[in-house]
């Protein structure tokens, strides 16, 4: 049996018949045919019939999914169609579902329903039509948001950015005018990255005007860095932002705050320790060697101290401890401002020497 014959009766036992002209179909169908299942069988046993048979050219069929092979031999000759007897064991689905919202029932499915929605929105705005509009319209929210998140840290969960959005979205369903001829998915887009857009601005702690001033200075550091092809200097990106040095440097001390990051974000890394950016930071804490070298210090600076004499206790007490001036202090002791300078002076001189000293005897 030859190829062409093996494709014919195989597509046949699957319920499949030839493509045919309209005046040839009505001839055909008076003209008794076999069933499918006797085509299957008699196909499934090419032995019984003496002869073995080459193989059909083309997909197979995997169990009894006909109408995957359906669609693989209609998209790949379109010399075949779906014979009466598979079209009446389809059961239609009892509703669409909007692949892109995944919203079930979906009541909008075509054009035409979509202007009658409108229309009868725009003239009794009941509740259930503006729910239909906004599932229908739904994935522009998805579509803007995606868009934003592109440009904003990781921190910001883009699911925060699909709620800001709906609101814009209902907000545009309300306020759209269909008469005026514009198209709503232009209308809406706007809307919609703007309302995405006021809620990130109301949580941001940072003024607008630093952020602006912050894509200033880096937009003219991407200019300078591609002109020179080396990295920009303070006095080149000044001039470039038509200001001065110093308030270039101000600007910095600006935007200086803007690289913040959580503490308990996790990093990303190839290990199965998972670590945040707080496990990185250094441990300012005093460990055990400082916690004995600040005693050792203290100890040597008492026994230093004790050698010396009244006055000169009396002068590092007043301005160490008690933050009084020389003046202030030559009140106190009765002298002259110099002489208590004089006295400070060598009361520093004389500690100096004493922990160079154990210094030396240390080492």
């Not at 300078?224 to 470039?240: F, G, K, N, V």
């Amino acid at each position: 049996m030859s190829a062409a014959a093996s494709k014919t009766r195989y597509l046949r036992a699957l319920g499949f018949e030839p493509r045919v002209p309209q005046d040839e179909s009505d001839a055909r169908s008076s003209s008794p045919s076999p069933s499918s299942s006797e085509l299957l069988q008699e196909s499934a046993n090419p032995a019984d019939r003496g002869t073995k048979g080459p193989r059909a050219k083309g997909p197979r069929a995997k169990g009894n999914s006909s109408t995957k092979a359906h669609v693989e031999w209609l998209s790949a000759d379109g010399e075949w169609v779906r014979g009466n007897q598979v079209i009446a064991a389809s059961t239609p689905a009892p509703y669409s579902t909007n692949p892109l919202t995944l919203a079930g029932p979906v009541a909008i499915e075509s054009e035409s329903e979509l202007s009658t929605v409108w229309a009868r929105f725009k003239e009794t705005e009941k509740q259930a039509d503006r729910d239909d509009l906004i599932v229908y319209y739904a994935p522009l929210v998805k579509y803007v948001a995606s868009r934003i998140a592109a440009g904003l840290p990781q921190t910001v969960d883009q699911a925060d950015l699909i709620s800001y959005g709906m609101f814009g979205l209902i907000d545009a369903i309300t306020k759209f005018d269909p008469e005026r001829g514009f198209k709503f998915e232009t209308y809406a887009v706007s809307r919609i990255k703007g309302a995405v857009l006021d809620e990130l601005r109301s949580i941001d702690w940072v003024p607008r005007s630093v952020r602006s001033k912050a894509k200033s200075v880096e937009r003219a550091m991407s200019k300078l860095e591609a002109q020179y092809h080396r990295p920009p200097t303070d006095s080149e990106i000044a001039e470039e932002l038509d200001i001065t040095e110093t308030q270039l440097s101000n600007i910095y001390k600006q935007i200086s705050s803007l690289g913040m990051v959580a503490l308990d974000e996790m990093l990303a890394g190839g290990g199965s320790e998972t670590l945040t950016f707080g496990d990185t930071l250094a441990d300012r804490r005093d460990g055990p060697g400082m916690t004995y070298e600040r005693a050792e210090v203290r100890q040597l600076l008492a026994q230093a101290i004790n050698k010396m004499s009244e006055r000169e206790k009396i002068v590092l007490t007043l301005y160490y401890y008690e933050n009084l001036t020389l003046a202030e202090i030559g009140k106190v002791l009765g002298v002259t401002e110099s002489r208590v300078c004089q006295i400070h002076t060598k009361a520093v001189l004389q500690l100096r020497s004493r922990f160079d000293a154990a210094e030396r005897v240390s080492a």
